[in-house]
């Protein structure tokens, strides 16, 4: 399938901006510890897995604007929709805090993102194909570097262990809507278009549960009430802030071109 059989399929469109939203706002958050990483080596780091979201985003966004049409481009996707417009997951925009807070939240989000980019090399459409190909090569570095640390934080000292296991309980609220299929979602879902995440829960919960494991940590994730509402415009306190500094520019400057 090409790109042409989803213009029309509003449901579509959405799904794409909420991949695109998604890893916007987090590579937003992590562009944050530019300069203020706990070492050289891991400054560095977390500045590259926020170019890599960015770059992942950009041809996100380009293919929405491929499928909207009417002059919409990826910079007008980022940088002139409101806050209730933003699709992304509410884990995302919770604020950096420490570096374990950091881990952690990029943790769940990399271990759901490599798993659900690998079901999307099966879906028909080339496009969106080509996007995950390229972005899964990063993605398992991402979950490699986020499962890492975990491990020599949570069987470090007792702090970094307290510190990381605090951390592991805030986040814990948010993972739960990664599993939790928007209205757009299921129906795409019930069309055969995308795959539901629920298909890969099992092995995923496996997977962060031998991290966790080997990290000294708990956690009852299936037993947490999940926060939910970002998938579909409903957020946190926090994106308005992430927002007002992400579109200062093009928003004090109209058409601003560099």
Request: aromatic share 12%; hydrophobic share 40%; with cysteine.
């Amino acid at each position: 399938m090409t790109s042409t059989v989803y213009q029309n399929n509003q449901n579509y469109i959405d799904f794409i901006l909420h991949l695109a939203d998604t890893n916007l706002i987090l590579a937003q958050r992590l562009c944050e510890w530019c300069g203020h990483g706990p070492i050289l080596e891991q400054d560095i780091a977390i500045s590259n897995i926020a170019l890599d979201l960015l770059g992942q985003t950009s041809n996100y966004y380009n293919y929405a604007a491929e499928l909207i049409g009417n002059g919409a481009t990826e910079d007008t996707l980022a940088m002139l929709r409101n806050e209730r417009e933003y699709k992304n997951l509410l884990l995302t925009e919770l604020p950096n805090g420490h570096f374990g807070d950091t881990i952690v939240r990029q943790f769940f989000y990399d271990s759901f993102h490599y798993f659900l980019l690998e079901q999307f090399l099966k879906v028909k459409d080339l496009k969106l194909q080509s996007i995950v190909e390229k972005s899964l090569k990063e993605v398992k570095y991402h979950t490699k570097w986020s499962s890492e640390w975990m491990i020599r934080l949570g069987d470090g000292t007792q702090e970094s262990h307290d510190k990381i296991q605090e951390a592991l309980n805030n986040v814990l609220p948010y993972v739960g809507e990664m599993f939790i299929a928007a209205p757009y979602q299921k129906a795409l879902i019930e069309e055969g278009l995308i795959p539901d995440p629920i298909n890969f829960k099992a092995a995923w919960l496996a997977k962060v549960n031998d991290i966790l494991e080997e990290a000294t940590l708990t956690a009852d994730i299936e037993n947490t009430y999940p926060q939910k509402g970002g998938k579909v415009g409903v957020h946190t306190e926090h994106l308005g802030f992430i927002l007002t500094d992400l579109q200062y520019m093009q928003r004090t400057y109209p058409n601003l071109q560099w």
